[in-house]
């Protein structure tokens, strides 16, 4: 498939000078093809055959291109949608690569180091909990919703890949981020003050919550989290940044959750398996019983 899409790519390039111009900006097409032809797309068919040094080599050129088109397009303010088409052939690339020499995406890496669950220390009261929660609230809501996003934006304005917004883009993006906030501060507080811990992996909860906004979601402050960054992107009047948030809600979803859930099954056992069957992950069953 990243081979054919790569050949289509090429075609479309010399085919329509529109496509070219977006694409590659003034570089010479033919120069590029030259090497880009035999290290990612021929290089791209022999991988899918099993070939673990064609992947690699697919990979490596890729991930180079990438970073090179990027860097021209910020100087020149040419080539943007090229940056972007050669990212996403990166994140491919990288996961073929893993598929071929492991037979697998490797995810369990996200959850080492200062990210590998561990319980909490338990303290007498909730208040350094609290604290610390919201201490974690300053640090990740600072870098994931006001530092990355905001340079998103630029990057996209400067590739030239944005897109206009009608007006009243703006104004709901502030609402639905004051709504988010809420649920995500919420679920913060009620996270911390029952749970004996705090959201962050490495000092997590030693009870099961399943009060507050965890009754009728089981993973509010994540919802909570990817719907700020969409907002952000309203208000930035960002596509590039709404598309952020939604590649991030599907790491979240393929990647952490199911090794975060794995960690509750351990540890709960049966009551975090009750409460997974009756309560859903994304989208809000709100039963009689729960709102008595």
């Not at 990647?255 to 409460?275: H, I, M």
Request: glycine share 8%; proline share 6%.
């Amino acid at each position: 498939m990243q081979a054919v899409a790569g050949l289509c790519w090429w075609i479309a390039v010399f085919v329509s000078p529109m496509v070219r111009e977006a694409a590659l900006g003034n570089l010479d097409p033919v120069a590029v093809a030259v090497f880009d032809i035999p290290l990612f797309v021929m290089a791209s068919a022999v991988a899918a055959f099993g070939v673990r040094v064609a992947a690699v080599v697919s990979t490596g050129w890729t991930s180079f291109v990438a970073v090179a088109l990027a860097v021209y397009a910020t100087i020149t303010t040419e080539a943007g949608w090229g940056v972007l088409s050669m990212g996403a052939a990166t994140a491919g690339s990288l996961i073929a690569l893993c598929l071929i020499l492991q037979g697998r995406v490797p995810i369990a890496w996200i959850i080492r180091g200062p990210f590998a669950f561990r319980p909490a220390v338990t303290r007498p009261t909730a208040a350094i909990h609290v604290a610390s929660t919201f201490g974690q609230i300053v640090l990740f809501w600072g870098f994931f919703l006001a530092v990355l996003p905001l340079a998103i934006a630029f990057l996209a304005e400067r590739w030239a890949v944005a897109l206009p917004f009608p007006s009243f883009a703006g104004p709901i993006g502030v609402v639905v981020l004051i709504l988010a906030s809420a649920l995500g501060v919420w679920s913060a507080v009620v996270m911390s003050t029952l749970g004996d811990g705090t959201p962050l992996p490495s000092a997590m909860p030693n009870r099961l919550v399943i009060a507050g906004p965890y009754r009728w979601i089981r993973n509010p402050m994540a919802v909570a989290g990817i719907v700020q960054g969409a907002a952000i992107g309203l208000i930035l009047q960002s596509w590039l940044v709404i598309a952020y948030a939604v590649v991030g809600s599907l790491v979240w979803n393929y990647a952490v959750r199911p090794l975060e859930e794995s960690d509750l099954q351990e540890r709960f056992g049966e009551e975090f398996q009750q409460y997974r069957d009756a309560v859903r992950c994304w989208i809000p069953k709100v039963s009689k019983t729960q709102l008595s």
